[in-house]
Antibody
Framework: EVQLVESGGGWIQPGGSLRLSCAAS????????MSWVRQAPGNGLEWVSV???????YYADSVKGRFTLSRDTSKNTLYLQMNSLRAEDTAVYYC??????????????WGLGTLVTVSS | DIQMTQSPSTLSASVGDRVTITCRAS??????VAWYQQKPGKAPKLLIY???SLESGVPSRFSGSRFGTEFTLTISSLQPDDFATYYC????????FGQGTKVEIK
């Protein structure tokens, strides 16, 4: 079955770090463009970061310098390392697949999400 | 950054109604727009991509169109399963989403 399963969310104090994982099955992560998209409670969607099949990464200005996106091809898993966390990073984090392999990304497959709560 | 202004924020409708949701881009973005449906506690589901292409498996009552920088999602005859929140997304430059439109029962 083709699916994405996120994990690693939880409660963390401001300034702390957390690493999210996104395990893929039914397709190869490294052959697609993969993104993280977040949704603050009761709010809309915000794109966070993308990793191309080449390994190139891009970040939203709101997380640049604090978040790092990577992947492990042997585990077919995507990671989002989040440092210097702020209250405004509180959200459900989804990983999502883009199959266009171009600079124009839309997302045909989403995980169920993992909740990150940043609070003292 | 490209902004997507989505309207209305809430829409009350009845089963069988024709429903239209609009997104206006802050600059020209060609046809690089997608539409998603999201139900409470669930991940978004892709409905339309490239402004008017229907994703496989999505009912034909959903359609998308473009006029300049204005993009429209239309549901031709609202069904009970369609009560949800809908988001537009531009992917001309990175990616940004509209604020969402909640379609609720009238």
């Amino acid at each position: 079955e083709v699916q994405l399963v996120e994990s690693g969310g939880g409660w963390i104090q401001p300034g702390g770090s957390l690493r999210l994982s996104c395990a893929a099955s039914g397709f190869t992560v490294s052959s697609n463009y993969m993104s993280w998209v977040r949704q603050a409670p009761g709010n809309g969607l915000e794109w966070v970061s993308v990793i191309y099949s080449s390994g190139r990464t891009y970040y939203a200005d709101s997380v640049k310098g604090r978040f790092t996106l990577s992947r492990d091809t042997s585990k077919n898993t995507l990671y989002l390392q989040m440092n210097s966390l702020r209250a405004e990073d509180t959200a459900v984090y989804y990983c999502a697949r883009d199959q266009t392999l171009t600079d124009y990304w839309y997302f045909d497959l989403w995980g169920l999400g993992t909740l990150v709560t940043v609070s003292s | 950054d490209i902004q997507m202004t989505q309207s209305p924020s809430t829409l009350s409708a009845s089963v069988g109604d024709r429903v239209t949701i609009t997104c206006r881009a802050s600059q020209t973005i060609s046809t690089w727009v997608a539409w998603y449906q999201q139900k409470p506690g669930k991940a978004p589901k892709l409905l339309i991509y490239d402004a008017s292409s229907l994703e496989s498996g999505v009912p034909s009552r959903f359609s998308g169109s473009r006029f300049g920088t204005e993009f429209t999602l239309t549901i031709s005859s609202l069904q009970p399963d369609d009560f949800a929140t809908y988001y537009c997304q531009q992917y001309s430059s990175y990616s940004t989403f509209g604020q969402g439109t909640k379609v609720e029962i009238k």
